[in-house]
């Protein structure tokens, strides 16, 4: 049972360069969210997807896209990476969007040199 | 803006003490309140939630409490135990958006 998978782990990046952020979960959910932590900070939602088929901004979702490819996998898109985007990204699952709690990933720690 | 808050970044308890940890939001549309708990390099994992329509929710050791009057809520560990050293985060939800949003985080700290 794996729950929410991310990958990759770790990575770094040349600024300018673009990568995507892959996340999937096995619990049949609904709603998936990606999030950046950063010291201080707390966790900061970045985009979400409600449901299959449609994704929202959330608070801080300026140099980010997301795709939500199907139900179990929703990805997450840095075009030209910057160093302020240097975070642990977080991706989360939940059956609904309301009164139930989110699943996290591991985590990937995202270098922008 | 955020949403919710966190104003202690640390706190320090004796294992066995009780440990409290503090949260305030200002969107009074949240109707749903969950603490999860982090350790390094790991993901947060849910700890306890608390619907508004409740003031109180027990789950062995932990416990907490929700004053929607003052949009405040606390956790409330007891017996404080050296594992339950982490970072707890405060989420909300609900009020019809789709979104769940965090506070910043409180590193608790238990002392043998």
């Known amino acids: 049972n794996a729950g929410v998978t991310q990958t990759p782990k770790f990575q770094v990046l040349k600024t300018g360069q673009s990568m995507t952020l892959q996340c999937a979960q096995d619990?049949?959910?609904?709603?998936m969210y990606w999030y950046r932590q950063d010291p201080g900070m707390g966790l900061r939602l970045i985009y979400y997807?409600?449901?299959?088929?449609?994704?929202d901004k959330g608070e801080v979702p300026n140099g980010y896209n997301v795709s939500r490819l199907n139900k179990r996998e929703f990805s997450l898109r840095l075009e030209s990476a910057a160093p302020s985007q240097t975070s642990v990204y977080f991706c989360?699952?939940?059956?609904?969007?309301?009164?139930?709690?989110?699943?996290f990933g591991q985590g990937t720690r995202l270098t922008v040199v | 803006d955020q949403q919710v808050k966190q104003n202690s970044p640390s706190l320090s308890v004796q294992e066995g003490r009780i440990s409290i940890l503090n949260c305030d939001y200002t969107?009074?549309?949240?109707?749903?309140f969950l603490w999860y708990k982090k350790y390094p390099a790991e993901g947060p994992t849910f700890l306890i939630s608390?619907?508004?329509?409740?003031d109180k929710n027990e789950d062995g050791r932990f416990t907490v409490f929700l004053n929607k009057s003052a949009k405040h809520l606390s956790l409330h560990i007891v017996p404080s135990q050296p594992g339950d050293s982490a970072v707890y985060f405060c989420?909300?939800?609900?009020?019809?958006?789709?979104?769940?949003?965090f506070g910043a985080g409180t590193r608790l700290t238990v002392k043998p």
């Open positions: 989360a699952s939940k059956q609904w969007t309301d009164h139930t709690e989110a699943f």
């Open positions: 619990m049949n959910h609904n709603s």
């Open positions: 997807s409600a449901s299959e088929g449609t994704t």
């Open positions: 969107n009074s549309m949240f109707d749903y």
């Open positions: 608390i619907s508004s329509i409740k």
């Open positions: 989420a909300a939800s609900g009020g019809g958006g789709d979104d769940m949003r």
